[in-house]
């Protein structure tokens, strides 16, 4: 394990053998960036199932793309960690390292967010749920809005109707309580006060038998005008649409996309009233620190560490390596100085020997 987290610090085995009182810093140095690649693992793996939640293969694809993000990520904070010179003086080191920290710092808001998802799951569920209900509601309404604009005159109509239905239902209980008191005797400016069912009680009977009948037929009109846009209704497809129960919730919450409980996520702190729900907002914003603290903790150890007896062997091998490639660049040439002289010689002597050769013939 020790060998495993030196090598993932990316150090050089044989030089820290010498110095084993560096050991124990690169071992840790290497397991913050091994932890660092799981935790990208499980983020990038966890993020994906969801993009493909609902398939047979979502479970493969999510592992797939786990493993291979982790890798990736764990290759990069390797790279990032081994390109710090600690040759260099400290605010040298700082600038070398500033892409990288810029570049960790938006590996651990990527990493973070899908964790943040699954850490804030039961929140994130009953958000949608509330969420799914309220678009639900909304599509209806917009349905019947748009249904009731469709057929603006037949709901004039039913409006005009009604209208006339209950202002008809009013005289008529007006009517009837007079009809009593012109029965019972009950003086009033529009009864007679005689007691019994007169002349006058019996013609106001009349007159609320025919208001009765015209209050009937305006019903049986209101109820034919309703059963019509009820038709029309079932015809277009709107009284298909339902508010969503208990189980259409749940179903619809379990298949949400990334998408939609990264938006969940996003608006949790805010409640229904409109007001803001400062504990899960900062619980959010710290748990996003967090990780990116997490990410960045490779490059931060590397600058905090001191420059060690290990840095200091690596610097040497390198001037050594420099030295040693720079000298076999100069042999490599001076031979080929060589070669070419001792080729130039030959080609005059050849040239030579054929001029002789040349001479001796005339």
Request: proline letters at 2%; hydrophobic letters at 40%.
């Amino acid at each position: 394990m020790k060998e495993f987290f030196c090598w993932c610090a990316g150090v050089h085995g044989e030089t820290l053998d010498k110095y084993p009182q560096e050991l124990n810093k690169y071992i840790s140095i290497g397991a913050t960036i091994f932890f660092t690649g799981l935790f990208a693992a499980l983020a990038g793996g966890y993020a994906l199932y969801f993009v493909f939640i609902g398939s047979s293969f979502a479970l493969f694809y999510a592992l797939l793309f786990g493993i291979i993000w982790g890798l990736a990520i764990f290759n990069l904070d390797r790279y990032i960690v081994l390109s710090i010179d600690k040759s260099r003086s400290g605010g040298m080191q700082f600038l070398q390292a500033l892409p990288r920290i810029l570049l960790a710092i938006l590996i651990g808001m990527v990493i973070s967010r899908p964790l943040e998802l699954k850490i804030f799951d039961k929140e994130i569920k009953e958000y949608l749920r509330a969420e799914y209900l309220v678009q639900q509601n909304a599509k209806i309404d917009t349905l019947n809005k748009t249904f009731e604009n469709k057929y603006q005159v037949e709901y004039g109509q039913l409006s005009a109707i009604k209208s006339q239905a209950d202002s008809m239902e009013s005289n008529i209980k007006a009517a009837r309580q007079q009809l009593n008191h012109e029965i019972f005797g009950t003086k009033t400016d529009e009864t007679s006060g005689v007691l019994g069912f007169g002349p006058y009680a019996k013609m106001k009977e009349a007159e609320l038998n025919k208001q009765q009948t015209y209050l009937d037929s305006l019903r049986a009109r209101i109820q034919q005008k309703e059963t019509m846009l009820l038709q029309r209704k079932s015809a277009e497809g709107i009284m298909d649409q339902r508010i969503l129960s208990a189980k259409s919730l749940d179903s619809a919450v379990n298949v949400a996309g990334f998408a939609d409980r990264n938006a969940a996520l996003s608006n949790l702190h805010i409640k229904p009233d409109g007001t803001v729900n400062k504990s899960t907002e900062y619980a959010v914003i710290f748990i996003a620190i967090l990780f990116i603290f997490f990410e960045c903790l490779p490059v931060f150890v590397k600058l905090m560490s001191g420059r060690d007896a290990y840095d200091n062997a690596l610097k040497n091998q390198k001037e050594i390596d420099y030295y040693e490639s720079d000298t076999e660049v100069r042999v490599e040439k001076t031979a080929i100085d060589k070669i070419d002289d001792y080729r130039v010689d030959a080609s005059i002597k050849r040239r030579m020997d054929k001029l002789q050769r040349e001479f001796a013939e005339e």
